[in-house]
């Protein structure tokens, strides 16, 4: 096929790339969403702190010493 046969003269080959590209770049963003909603579910308590499990705002299981 020639470049005349595509809408706006775009080849194969720049079409391939471009999904190639949208691919990576999708998968990099994914991956990153991922790792904030996992970094953001975790929390440490310093040495004689207690915390409360809540679940929806309801306390859950047994207090945390």
């Not at 046969?5 to 994914?30: C, D, Q, W, Y």
């Not at 975790?42 to 702190?49: A, I, M, Q």
């Amino acid at each position: 096929m020639t470049e005349q046969n595509h809408p706006a003269g775009v080849s194969n080959r720049t079409r391939e790339a471009t999904m190639k590209f949208t691919l990576k770049a999708v998968t990099v963003a994914i991956a990153m969403a991922i790792v904030i909603v996992l970094y953001g579910g975790l929390y440490t308590l310093e040495e004689g702190l207690q915390a409360i499990v809540v679940q929806f705002g309801r306390p859950v299981g047994e207090p945390v010493t």
